[in-house]
């Protein structure tokens, strides 16, 4: 079976609301053969990229750039993994203020160098979620998930 591996972090109600959207659209009853595992960004190991078959980010804009929370998943992940997950499909979400491009540029620069490929456009988002927003999320979850489905 594959698995999808959501890796977030969520420190407030509206980045809270983007991850559940994600999760319910990797998990929706119409995909099957797909097993969604969820990470916290400060909790992820290479261990779980290298046992990932596509791999759902969900950051926010934190000082220009992603949180320092998924810097640190990369930080970790980034070497162990180069070798072996070069191709991965992934998808990203990321929740700010007011400007999150600093954030995408990084996001896009890190899993470049990973050779990660982006299966699908990112959702950005600024201040609280609109209701197009939460059917972003759930469209990315959903379509990661059903790249990998059997
Ligand atoms: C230290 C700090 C830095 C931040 N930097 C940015 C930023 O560079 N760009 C942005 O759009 N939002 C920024 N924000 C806002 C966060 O992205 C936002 O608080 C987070 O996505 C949670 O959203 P919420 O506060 O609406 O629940 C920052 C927040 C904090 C606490």
Redesign the pocket.
Known sequence: MATLLIVHHT?????QALFEAAVSGATTDEIEGVRVERRAALAATASDVLAADGILLGT?????YMSGALKHFFDQVYYPCLDETRGRPFGYYV??????T?AVRAIESITTGLGWRRATDAVTV???PAKADIEACWELGATLAAGLAD
């Open positions: 420190p407030s109600p509206n980045c926010p804009a934190n000082l220009g929740h700010g203020g007011n400007d999150v600093g600024t201040g609280e």
